[in-house]
């Protein structure tokens, strides 16, 4: 599997001469198999540079949201594939009991919000509720489950048959507490996330911050590291980061969250246009 991060803030972009190394776009990422298959994890404002680098004649791609705040759909109607008549795009969201995806989408993807509607787009457009549960998109099984985040929000396990990934960029396992539940099966996300190759986890405050934003649904860094170590994760990216945040507040939160504590995983902050591949198990990982 191939990875690139093309946004990597959470709540609002951020761009300017502060955030140039961590990046300002908010949530996207792309996830390749070696057959093919195209995943667009998240449709925040990074999605329209990923869309302006598609050049291969891709017949498909499938978008995954976790969710429908602003924040992780902002980018849609400026991604350039949905322009193309011959373009099969397939759009997944958590369901609801009052709306479909496509009417609560429509909402924003539309007048006044937006001058252009769901149906003048000339791609052939389709819509899923996430399973809770397993699901195969090409080479890829997937399992969605839902995550401690308000409104309904999903995460993704997203497996090749060798490797997996998980994508949980909005998630509060805390729930108001300095720690995780000692028993592990209680803590949100921990079946997806357990025993991961590579987890993108929401960190986007430190310690003091959380404790002002209880209940808002995101993680302190220091939540992501433990729940990281809870799950047996291989790799873990911190993702989601404040927009309030500078590339230099970026490197303190970090520098004290881990001083003094050894790892059992790899660990960085996510970076805009960071690449990453996943090989077998029996293979070295490269960035």
């Given at each position: 599997?191939?990875?690139?991060?093309?946004?990597?803030?959470?709540?609002?972009?951020?761009?300017?001469?502060?955030?140039?190394?961590?990046?300002?776009?908010?949530?996207?990422?792309?996830?390749?198999?070696?057959?093919?298959?195209?995943?667009?994890?998240?449709?925040?404002?990074?999605?329209?540079?990923?869309?302006?680098?598609l050049r291969s004649r891709i017949?498909?791609?499938?978008?995954?949201?976790?969710?429908?705040?602003?924040?992780?759909?902002?980018?849609?109607?400026?991604?350039?594939?949905?322009?193309?008549?011959?373009?099969?795009?397939?759009?997944?969201?958590?369901?609801?009991?009052?709306?479909?995806?496509?009417?609560?989408?429509?909402?924003?993807?539309?007048?006044?919000?937006?001058?252009?509607?769901?149906?003048?787009?000339?791609?052939?457009?389709?819509?899923?509720?996430?399973?809770?549960?397993?699901?195969?998109?090409?080479?890829?099984?997937?399992?969605?489950?839902?995550?401690?985040?308000?409104?309904?929000?999903?995460?993704?396990?997203?497996?090749?048959?060798?490797?997996?990934?998980?994508?949980?960029?909005?998630?509060?396992?805390?729930?108001?507490?300095?720690?995780?539940?000692?028993?592990?099966?209680?803590?949100?996300?921990?079946?997806l996330a357990r025993n991961a190759?590579?987890l993108i986890h929401d960190a986007?405050?430190?310690?003091?911050?959380?404790?002002?934003?209880?209940?808002?649904?995101?993680?302190?860094?220091?939540?992501?590291?433990?729940?990281?170590?809870?799950?047996?994760?291989?790799?873990?990216?911190?993702?989601?980061?404040?927009?309030?945040?500078?590339?230099?507040?970026?490197?303190?939160?970090?520098?004290?969250?881990?001083?003094?504590?050894?790892?059992?995983?790899?660990?960085?902050?996510?970076?805009?246009?960071?690449?990453?591949?996943?090989?077998?198990?029996?293979?070295?990982?490269?960035?």
């Open positions: 599997m191939r990875l690139k991060i093309w946004g990597t803030r959470g709540s609002l972009p951020s761009p300017g001469p502060d955030t140039v190394r961590y990046g300002g776009n908010t949530s996207c990422v792309e996830v390749r198999g070696e057959r093919g298959t195209l995943l667009v994890l998240d449709a925040g404002t990074g999605i329209r540079r990923l869309g302006a680098a017949t498909r791609l499938d978008i995954l949201l976790t969710h429908l705040h602003l924040d992780h759909i902002l980018g849609i109607g400026f991604f350039a594939p949905l322009e193309r008549p011959d373009l099969d795009v397939h759009i997944w969201g958590p369901s609801s009991t009052t709306l479909n995806l496509e009417a609560r989408l429509a909402r924003y993807w539309g007048p006044p919000l937006f001058p252009i509607r769901l149906y003048d787009l000339p791609c052939r457009i389709a819509f899923h509720d996430v399973p809770l549960g397993r699901f195969a998109i090409g080479e890829f099984e997937i399992t969605g489950a839902l995550v401690c985040h308000p409104g309904p929000t999903v995460g993704y396990r997203i497996d090749d048959g060798s490797r997996v990934i998980v994508y949980i960029p909005d998630h509060e396992p805390a729930l108001g507490s300095s720690h995780l539940p000692e028993a592990a099966a209680w803590t949100s996300g921990w079946d190759d590579l986007q405050y430190s310690a003091d911050e959380y404790a002002d934003h209880v209940g808002w649904g995101h993680s302190a860094l220091s939540h992501a590291l433990e729940f990281a170590a809870t799950a047996n994760v291989r790799r873990l990216i911190a993702f989601h980061h404040d927009p309030n945040r500078s590339d230099a507040d970026m490197d303190r939160l970090i520098a004290d969250a881990i001083r003094g504590m050894p790892l059992p995983f790899r660990f960085a902050a996510a970076r805009e246009g960071a690449r990453l591949t996943l090989r077998h198990r029996r293979s070295s990982d490269r960035e």
